[in-house]
């Protein structure tokens, strides 16, 4: 069934069903990583209800916890694997514009450890497998992500994962800081020569 949003002008905007679903999907990832990385004196009573809300909407499918969870697991293997207890930040909200004008975007997870940022991407689809080497959203999103903590914490190397669980795709890259603003500069170059616009 396909829902009906209002735009601004009042002109009806379709959403589709598989809009819809990628958006839930999203929802309970985030909220399995919130509720494993964030509150910690948070009750069993109160996540369920939260979960419950998200079983309500449309698009959603029992699959999409199972997905949710495999993509939990991920991150908690990658933490368990770090030195020490990093800064974990879920659904969080990043600006590129410096490099694209308007530019920004939301990353599912960023983590940050020492001297090294983490920016994971969850994937629900299951069409083409998605990987993080030259994906350019996810540079971009990790540019965002350097620019406000950057200079903070001395990033010097950044990660980038994506998880796909559908298609048992799990990939990962790491760029140097250094490299990735050179990058970033290029598609910079590129934007003000075309025009382009987030």
């Known amino acids: 069934m396909e829902n009906k949003k209002t735009q601004r002008y009042g002109s009806p905007e379709t959403v589709s069903p598989y809009a819809q679903e990628k958006e839930v999907a999203h929802q309970i990832c985030a909220w399995r ?11 069993e009573k109160i996540a ?39 800064l974990i930040m879920v659904k969080k ?5 410096r490099w694209v004008p308007g530019g920004s975007g939301v990353a599912d997870c ?12 969850f994937k629900y689809g299951k069409g083409i497998p998605v990987r993080a080497e030259r994906n350019c959203r996810l540079a971009l999103c990790a540019l965002g992500a350097y620019r406000e903590f950057g ?36 598609v910079a170059r590129m ?7 987030a």
């Open 191 to 197: 934007t003000a020569a075309t025009g382009m616009t």
């Open 151 to 186: 200079t903070a914490f001395s990033i010097a190397n950044i990660h980038l994962h994506i998880v796909q669980p559908r298609r048992n795709n799990h990939t990962s890259c790491m760029v140097r800081a250094n490299d990735l603003l050179l990058w970033g500069e290029s």
């Open 110 to 121: 960023i983590m940050i450890c020492g001297k090294d940022l983490y920016v994971i991407d």
């Open 33 to 43: 990583l919130w509720k494993l990385f964030g509150d910690k004196n948070m009750t």
């Open 93 to 97: 909200g990043v600006e590129f514009g």
């Open 48 to 86: 369920e209800n939260e979960l419950q809300k998200l079983r309500e909407e449309d698009g959603y499918a029992p699959e999409m916890e199972r997905f949710a969870d495999e993509c939990t697991a991920y991150v908690r293997g990658m933490v368990s694997g770090l030195p020490a207890a990093p």
